[in-house]
Every structure is written in structure tokens, then in C-alpha cells.
């Protein structure tokens, strides 16, 4: 889906990014959910529901009780992976 990704885990997180551009997401799980964090979130559109402390970032919370709008989730993830990303490490 997202030619040349990379991936590297920190912070118990597996982030994705493109050599050259930066991270744009990352995955935490908690208990009750999984929390998709896109880096550069702010500049998606539709824009992902949940705000972050940091600026640019949204996130999405997945339950798994919910059914999931893939067509959506892979709408975002192609968009942020065009978009230039965050240096973490």
C-alpha cells in the first residue's frame, strides 16, 4: 500500500515512515482499544476525530466492538504517507 515504509519500534510503539520523509503514524494498544496516531494528522482529510497534546497530530481510537470503516482508515494512512513526516528518533 505505502511503497518503500520502514518500520521501528519506540516507546512500545511500531511507527511507519518513508526513508527520506519522516514518520507519519504509529500504533499504541491499551486494554479496551488501539490507538492509530497520525503524525501529520491535522492536514487529512476528513480530518481523524481526536486531537493530540502535539500540534498537527489526531489520532482515531479503534474498539473492538466497532465496526471499521477500512475504506477510511486506508484513505488516511495513504495521505499521511504522502505528506512529509515527523523525525522521532
Not at 512500545?12 to 526513508?19: C, I, L, Q, R, S
Not at 482515531?60 to 523525525?87: K, M
Request: with cysteine; net charge negative.
Amino acid at each position: 500500500m505505502v511503497p518503500g515504509v520502514r518500520k521501528a519500534v519506540r516507546w512500545n510503539t511500531p511507527f511507519y515512515g518513508v526513508e527520506g520523509q519522516g514518520w507519519f503514524l504509529g500504533f499504541h494498544c491499551f486494554t479496551k482499544y488501539v490507538k492509530v496516531s497520525f503524525l501529520n494528522g491535522a492536514s487529512l482529510e476528513p480530518l481523524p476525530p481526536i486531537a493530540a497534546k502535539q500540534e498537527g497530530v489526531r489520532y482515531v481510537h479503534l474498539f473492538e466492538a466497532d465496526e471499521l470503516d477500512e475504506e477510511l482508515i486506508a484513505g488516511w494512512i495513504g495521505q499521511a504517507s504522502r505528506l512529509p513526516g515527523q523525525n522521532l528518533f
